[in-house]
Protein backbone atom coordinates (compact mmCIF):
# COMPACT_ATOMS: atom_id res chain seq x y z
CA UNK A 1 0.00 0.00 0.00
CA UNK A 2 1.35 3.10 -1.15
CA UNK A 3 1.51 5.62 1.62
CA UNK A 4 3.16 9.37 2.88
CA UNK A 5 2.90 9.92 6.23
CA UNK A 6 3.64 13.38 7.63
CA UNK A 7 4.77 14.15 10.96
CA UNK A 8 5.99 17.06 12.80
CA UNK A 9 3.43 19.87 12.85
CA UNK A 10 2.33 21.97 15.95
CA UNK A 11 2.08 25.50 17.53
CA UNK A 12 5.12 27.56 17.05
CA UNK A 13 5.57 31.09 17.86
CA UNK A 14 6.37 33.65 15.29
CA UNK A 15 10.16 33.77 14.86
CA UNK A 16 10.34 30.04 15.64
CA UNK A 17 11.72 26.78 13.87
CA UNK A 18 9.55 23.69 13.07
CA UNK A 19 10.73 20.82 11.47
CA UNK A 20 8.14 18.48 9.21
CA UNK A 21 9.14 15.16 7.88
CA UNK A 22 7.53 13.07 5.70
CA UNK A 23 7.67 9.08 5.28
CA UNK A 24 7.00 6.82 2.46
CA UNK A 25 6.12 3.52 2.25
CA UNK A 26 5.05 1.12 -0.13
CA UNK A 27 6.97 2.53 -2.93
CA UNK A 28 10.80 4.06 -3.47
CA UNK A 29 11.29 8.34 -3.43
CA UNK A 30 14.47 7.51 -5.25
CA UNK A 31 12.66 8.23 -8.89
CA UNK A 32 10.56 11.23 -7.30
CA UNK A 33 10.33 14.30 -7.31
CA UNK A 34 9.14 15.03 -3.91
CA UNK A 35 7.81 18.11 -2.11
CA UNK A 36 5.60 20.47 0.23
CA UNK A 37 2.55 22.16 -0.54
CA UNK A 38 0.36 23.79 2.01
CA UNK A 39 -3.18 25.33 2.16
CA UNK A 40 -4.48 27.33 5.07
CA UNK A 41 -7.93 28.00 5.51
CA UNK A 42 -9.98 29.33 2.48
CA UNK A 43 -7.15 29.74 0.39
CA UNK A 44 -6.23 27.69 -2.52
CA UNK A 45 -3.33 24.93 -2.19
CA UNK A 46 0.00 26.50 -2.70
CA UNK A 47 3.69 24.79 -3.92
CA UNK A 48 5.97 25.93 -0.86
CA UNK A 49 9.45 23.48 -1.92
CA UNK A 50 9.93 20.80 -4.06
CA UNK A 51 13.22 19.24 -4.82
CA UNK A 52 14.32 16.76 -7.84
CA UNK A 53 15.04 13.01 -7.47
CA UNK A 54 18.26 12.79 -9.57
CA UNK A 55 19.93 16.23 -9.10
CA UNK A 56 18.41 17.16 -6.08
CA UNK A 57 17.22 20.86 -7.95
CA UNK A 58 15.18 22.40 -5.17
CA UNK A 59 12.45 25.01 -5.68
CA UNK A 60 11.04 27.45 -2.97
CA UNK A 61 8.38 29.54 -3.55
CA UNK A 62 8.98 33.66 -3.02
CA UNK A 63 6.95 33.51 0.39
CA UNK A 64 9.29 30.64 2.39
CA UNK A 65 12.74 31.36 0.35
CA UNK A 66 15.87 31.74 2.95
CA UNK A 67 13.03 30.77 5.84
CA UNK A 68 12.99 26.69 4.85
CA UNK A 69 14.80 24.01 3.72
CA UNK A 70 14.15 20.87 1.64
CA UNK A 71 16.04 17.46 2.00
CA UNK A 72 15.44 14.54 1.43
CA UNK A 73 16.88 11.14 2.40
CA UNK A 74 16.68 8.03 0.29
CA UNK A 75 18.66 5.43 2.42
CA UNK A 76 15.53 6.39 4.92
CA UNK A 77 12.89 7.37 2.02
CA UNK A 78 12.12 10.47 3.42
CA UNK A 79 11.70 14.33 3.09
CA UNK A 80 11.99 16.92 4.99
CA UNK A 81 10.97 20.47 5.38
CA UNK A 82 12.98 22.65 8.17
CA UNK A 83 11.04 25.88 8.61
CA UNK A 84 12.61 28.60 10.54
CA UNK A 85 11.93 32.21 11.07
CA UNK A 86 8.45 31.39 11.04
CA UNK A 87 5.26 33.86 10.73
CA UNK A 88 1.84 33.47 11.22
CA UNK A 89 0.78 33.65 7.33
CA UNK A 90 2.72 30.29 7.50
CA UNK A 91 -0.04 28.59 9.34
CA UNK A 92 -1.81 26.11 6.95
CA UNK A 93 -1.81 22.64 7.01
CA UNK A 94 1.14 21.03 5.05
CA UNK A 95 0.93 18.31 2.68
CA UNK A 96 3.92 15.69 1.27
CA UNK A 97 3.75 15.26 -2.16
CA UNK A 98 5.78 12.77 -4.76
CA UNK A 99 5.40 13.38 -8.46
CA UNK A 100 7.04 10.64 -10.98
CA UNK A 101 7.27 12.93 -14.20
CA UNK A 102 8.29 16.35 -13.53
CA UNK A 103 10.82 18.91 -12.44
CA UNK A 104 10.69 20.44 -8.92
CA UNK A 105 9.32 23.19 -10.00
CA UNK A 106 7.26 22.04 -12.27
CA UNK A 107 5.70 20.19 -10.00
CA UNK A 108 5.41 23.17 -7.17
CA UNK A 109 3.58 25.04 -9.48
CA UNK A 110 0.58 22.26 -10.79
CA UNK A 111 -0.26 19.87 -8.83
CA UNK A 112 -1.92 17.72 -10.99
CA UNK A 113 1.48 16.20 -11.79
CA UNK A 114 1.80 14.71 -8.76
CA UNK A 115 0.78 11.13 -7.80
CA UNK A 116 1.05 10.41 -4.13
CA UNK A 117 -0.60 12.91 -1.80
CA UNK A 118 -0.48 12.40 2.26
CA UNK A 119 -2.93 13.42 4.83
CA UNK A 120 -1.54 16.43 5.74
CA UNK A 121 -0.04 17.71 9.39
CA UNK A 122 -1.20 21.38 10.78
CA UNK A 123 1.36 24.09 11.13
CA UNK A 124 -0.04 26.66 13.61
CA UNK A 125 2.22 30.00 14.33
CA UNK A 126 0.77 32.51 17.21
CA UNK A 127 1.97 33.62 19.93
Known amino acids: QVELVESGGGLAQPGGSLRLSCAAS????????VGWFRQAPGTEREGVSC????????YYSDSVKGRFTISRDNAKNAVYLQMNSLKPEDTAVYYC????????????????????WGEGTLVTVSS
Open 97 to 116: AAGGLSTAQTMCHRDYVVDY
Open 26 to 33: GFTLDDYT
Open 51 to 58: IGSHDDSA
